[in-house]
């Protein structure tokens, strides 16, 4: 009964590769959300999307694409992978947009190599 | 732009009470939240303000200044469990919902 599930939680693959990282949530929340946290454990903001409707995309490249299919799933796709690409990669799920409580994924480490 | 600071690392040692600031300068403030994050983990909701004053919820409490743009964190009765970082994160800006956070503060707690 995860409230908000990623997988793979590991994922080790070369330079020039094409990803994907599925995520989940049982919480019934509208909004969903990818972050990024860098090796100094920065944690930052990729996209956002709230009720199947994409309204964050922050300045990152566009080898990155995410996709909600239903308002339960959020995935992000990552083409051509690079090695700055490394990093944990949380998703996230709110009720609603504003001041509320946002519930994190277990994470994603990615490994590019 | 937002820009959020937090002391980079603190320590302290078991039973005793740490408070970690957070001062930040943003647009459109929606609310203050304060994350626990341990090593290897995804961060844990502690806290929310949005209005000035304290929020105690047990060990843990949370206060806000609006007009200073600060925050604290309060930490009372350590235990080793709660050596972490903590993120402080303000919902603002002109996108509802959007969170910016603070680099974390790293908190080692010692017997």
């Known amino acids: 009964d995860t409230a908000v599930s990623q997988t793979p939680k590991y994922l080790v693959t070369q330079m020039g590769n094409d990803k994907s990282i599925k995520c989940e949530q049982n919480?019934?929340?509208?909004?969903m959300y990818w972050y990024k946290q860098d090796s100094k454990k920065f944690l930052k903001i990729m996209f956002s999307?709230?009720?199947?409707?994409?309204?964050i995309n922050e300045t990152v490249p566009n080898r990155f694409s995410p996709k909600s299919p239903d308002k339960a799933h959020l995935n992000l796709h990552i083409n051509s992978l690079e090695l700055g690409d490394s990093a944990v990669y949380f998703c996230?799920?709110?009720?609603?947009?504003?001041?509320?409580?946002?519930?994190f994924g277990p994470g994603t480490r990615l490994t590019v190599t | 732009g937002q820009n959020i600071d937090q002391p980079t690392e603190m320590t302290a040692t078991e039973g005793a009470i740490v408070q970690i600031n957070c001062t930040y300068q943003?647009?459109?403030?929606?609310?203050l939240f304060w994350y626990q994050q341990h090593a290897g983990e995804a961060p844990t909701f502690l806290s929310y303000?949005?209005?000035?004053g304290l929020e105690e919820k047990g060990r843990f409490s949370s206060f806000l200044s609006r007009s200073k743009g600060y925050s604290y964190l309060l930490l009372k009765e350590l235990q080793m469990k709660d050596s972490a970082s903590y993120l402080c994160?303000?919902?603002?800006?002109?996108?509802?919902?959007?969170?910016?956070f603070g680099r974390g503060t790293q908190l080692t707690v010692w017997p």
């Open positions: 996230a799920s709110s009720l609603q947009r504003g001041g509320y409580e946002q519930y």
């Open positions: 919480l019934g929340h509208d909004t």
């Open positions: 999307y709230n009720n199947k409707e994409l309204i």
């Open positions: 943003t647009s459109g403030f929606n609310g």
């Open positions: 303000n949005v209005l000035d």
């Open positions: 994160a303000v919902s603002g800006g002109s996108t509802l919902g959007r969170l910016y």
